[in-house]
């Protein structure tokens, strides 16, 4: 009886001892799974902490490049806005100066008179016939041309560059038109008065 206690004993020992050893081997294996989960837990964590830091940082950056091209479209609306008030106020004023040019200006009227007093001055008592027609009369006329010409010549160039430069309205190009053919036509009828193509002065014995 005694042997078979002892051998009872022996394999009690013995099953401890295993049950030992498989529980040590089994606990590093628990501890790295724990170990492995705190670590994903701590990444799931950073990685959400970290979303919606980019998420801001993306945001900020589309609400700047919005804020950017808004500026850029504000700009571009208020240059062509001010470029066309300006090509509208330019082609009313070609057309005002065509007008004026074939019509006369009061400028025109005063340079006249003035070379009007000018020939009866240099002619009195002595001049001949021919000579206060030429200084009383022709400078007279002379001079009102001239000043017409200068008007029609700038209506002209206002017109022109009007035209020339894109983007205007179809009015602002009508009224531009107008502009160059009313200073075209002052300018040709200037020209042909000053050298005397349309009517010649008259003749002292005629």
């Known amino acids: 009886m005694p042997r078979m206690d002892t051998k009872t004993t022996t394999e009690k020992t013995g099953e401890t001892a295993d049950a030992a050893a498989t529980a040590e081997a089994a606990a590093p294996v628990?501890?790295?799974?724990?170990?492995?989960?705190?670590?994903?837990d701590a990444k799931q964590a950073e990685e959400q902490e970290t979303e919606p830091a980019a998420a801001l940082t993306d945001a900020d950056a589309d609400e700047a490049e919005d804020g950017d091209e808004d500026d850029e479209l504000l700009a571009e609306a208020a240059a062509p806005s001010s470029a066309g008030i300006g090509g509208a106020a330019a082609a009313v004023v070609s057309a005002a100066?065509?007008?004026?040019?074939?019509t006369g200006t009061w400028t025109g009227k005063v340079v006249s008179e003035r070379e009007t007093l000018l020939g009866q001055i240099k002619t009195s008592g002595s001049g001949t016939p021919a000579q206060q027609i030429s200084e009383i009369y022709g400078d007279a006329w002379h001079s009102t041309a001239l000043v017409n010409g200068v008007f029609a010549l700038i209506a002209l160039l206002v017109a022109v560059l009007v035209l020339v430069l894109p983007g205007r309205p179809a009015w602002v190009r009508s009224v531009a038109v107008a502009g160059a053919v009313l200073g075209g036509l002052g300018l040709l009828l200037s020209v042909g008065t000053y050298f005397d193509l349309f009517l010649s002065l008259p003749t002292a014995g005629s």
């Open 30 to 40: 628990e501890e790295k799974a724990a170990i492995a989960l705190d670590k994903q």
């Open 97 to 102: 100066l065509g007008a004026v040019a074939l």
